[in-house]
C-alpha cells in the first residue's frame, strides 16, 4: 500500500475525543474536553432557527455574511479599541480550528520557522509542520507559567515567520500580562514578524482582570491575526464559528488558504453570532463573572479533597496537581484511572507538551451547572476518602 501523509497519519486520536469517548464508556462525568453544559443562549439560537426558516440556506459570502463581519469590527472598537475595515480587514471562519488552520496555511511558507509556546492546543503542531514550518518550542513551566525575556531570545532568529500567542491560554489558564505582550511585540518587530493570537478564550478572563489582545500594543496592528470563536463566546461549542481580525495584506493570503479549506460557514450560525455580538456588554460581564463562579466552587472542591491547585486566570479550565491525593501514577494513568473509577473525567496536561514533562496535573474543565460541578466533587471525594 501507497503511504499516507506521513505527518497527519503519525498523531494519534486527540486526548479529549479519547477522554470523552472514555467518559462515555464509564458514564462518568466529563470535566476533560472542554465544552459547557446547557445549550447556550436561547435568544442566539432562536435566531439560528428563524433563519433557516426566512434567511438563505444557500452558500453565503466567502468571507462571511456582512452582518457578522461588521459585528466583529464593531466589537473590536468596543471592547479593545480597534479601528477595523469590516469589509477588508475580517472573515468568518468554521471555528477557530480552520481560522488558525488558514492562517498558518496562509502565512507559512516550507522551512519558516514557527514559535509556539508549551503547553500547546492540539492542533498548532500538527498543522505547522503539515504546511511545511519548523516549529521553534518554548515552554512554560508550572506553576508560574512565565515567559521571559530569555525564552524569547533563545527562538526568535531570521527565520522567524512567527509566533502563535495563545491568551488567555488553554489548558493552563494563563493570561499573558502587558509586560509579556510588550516582550513578544519587541521581539516581532526587530525580528519583522507575525504573531498569530489566539484569542478564543478573550471574554473569559476572571477576578477583573482584562483581555489586552496583541494587535493593541504599539507596532502591531498590521503584524497581528487575531481570532475570536462563537464556541466559547456564546458556550456553544458544536456551532464552530470563527472570526479573524488582520490587516488587509494578511488577510488576502489566509482568505486563500480557506476558500479552499472549508470557504463558508453556515449562514444561520452567522447570522445567530451577528445578533450575538451585538448583546451589551452586561452579557460578556455575565459570561465571566458565573464561569467565575463555577471556577470558585470546583476549586474549592478540589481543595477539600486534597488537590492542589494552580492559579487560574481565565479560560474553562483549572490545573491541579493530585501528588497530595498519595496517587502514584502519571498524569494520563491518574485521569484514566479517576474516569473509570471515580467516573469523573480529566486531561492529562502532559499531552500538551512535546516530549517529556511535568506528569503530576490533570486539567478540570468548570464550565458546567453547579450541580453537575457538586456531582464530581462528591465522587471524587467519596472515592478518595475511601
Ligand atoms: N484554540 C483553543 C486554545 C481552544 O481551546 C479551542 C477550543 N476548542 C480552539 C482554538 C478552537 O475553537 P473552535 O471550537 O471555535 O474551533
Ligand atoms: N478546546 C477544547 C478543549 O481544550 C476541545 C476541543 C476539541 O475537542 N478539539 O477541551
Redesign the pocket.
Known amino acids: 500500500m501507497r503511504s499516507k501523509n506521513l505527518v497527519l497519519s503519525s498523531y494519534g486520536t486527540t486526548i479529549?475525543e479519547t477522554m470523552s469517548r472514555l467518559a462515555q464508556q464509564h458514564s462518568a462525568i466529563n470535566l476533560g474536553q472542554?465544552f459547557p453544559d446547557g445549550n447556550g443562549p436561547p435568544d442566539v439560537v432562536a435566531v439560528a432557527s428563524e433563519y433557516l426558516e426566512s434567511g438563505s440556506n444557500q452558500y453565503p459570502s466567502m468571507m462571511g455574511l456582512p452582518p457578522l463581519r461588521q459585528a466583529v469590527a464593531d466589537i473590536n472598537k468596543r471592547f479593545y479599541d480597534l479601528d477595523i475595515n469590516w469589509e477588508t480587514e475580517v472573515m468568518v471562519a468554521?471555528?477557530?480550528?480552520?481560522?488558525?488552520a488558514s492562517s498558518l496555511f496562509g502565512l507559512i511558507e516550507p522551512d519558516d520557522e514557527v514559535i509556539l509556546i508549551e503547553p500547546l492546543?492540539d492542533?498548532y503542531l500538527p498543522i505547522v509542520q503539515r504546511a511545511g514550518g519548523v516549529p521553534k518550542l518554548i515552554r512554560l513551566e508550572p506553576p508560574t507559567w512565565e515567559l521571559t525575556e530569555t525564552a524569547l531570545k533563545n527562538v526568535f532568529c531570521e527565520k522567524t515567520k512567527l509566533i502563535l500567542l495563545?491568551s488567555p491560554?488553554?489548558?493552563c489558564s494563563k493570561v499573558f500580562s502587558p509586560k509579556e505582550l510588550r516582550l513578544i511585540a519587541g521581539f516581532v518587530e526587530k525580528f519583522d514578524t507575525y504573531a498569530i493570537c489566539?484569542e478564543?478564550?478573550e471574554h473569559l478572563l476572571f477576578d477583573g482582570l482584562k483581555h489586552i489582545p496583541l494587535m493593541t500594543i504599539p507596532g502591531m496592528r498590521d503584524r497581528c491575526v487575531r481570532?475570536g470563536?462563537?464556541?466559547?463566546t456564546f458556550s456553544l461549542?458544536g456551532?464552530?464559528?470563527?472570526y479573524v481580525t488582520a490587516s488587509q495584506n494578511l488577510l488576502g493570503s489566509i482568505a486563500k488558504a480557506h476558500q479552499f479549506l472549508t470557504f463558508t460557514t453556515p449562514p444561520n450560525l452567522q447570522a445567530a453570532v451577528a445578533y450575538g455580538l451585538s448583546k451589551d456588554n452586561t452579557y460578556f460581564e455575565d459570561l465571566a463573572n458565573n464561569l467565575q463562579e463555577c471556577r470558585d466552587f470546583l476549586k474549592e472542591g478540589l481543595e477539600k479533597i486534597g488537590f492542589k491547585v494552580l492559579t487560574c486566570e481565565g479560560?474553562?479550565f483549572i490545573t491541579a496537581d493530585f501528588r497530595p491525593l498519595g496517587f502514584s501514577g502519571n498524569d494520563e494513568e491518574f485521569c484514566r484511572y479517576i474516569t473509570t473509577k471515580a467516573k469523573v473525567a480529566a486531561v492529562p496536561v502532559s499531552a500538551f507538551y512535546q516530549g517529556k514533562s511535568a506528569e503530576h496535573f490533570a486539567r478540570f474543565c468548570f464550565c458546567k451547572e453547579q450541580t453537575t460541578l457538586q456531582k464530581a466533587i462528591e465522587r471524587l471525594k467519596t472515592h478518595f476518602a475511601g
Open positions: 479529549f472542554g468554521s471555528g477557530g480550528t480552520e481560522a488558525l492546543y492542533s495563545n491560554m488553554n489548558p489566539d478564543v478564550y481570532i470563536s462563537a464556541g466559547k461549542t456551532w464552530k464559528v470563527g479560560s474553562y
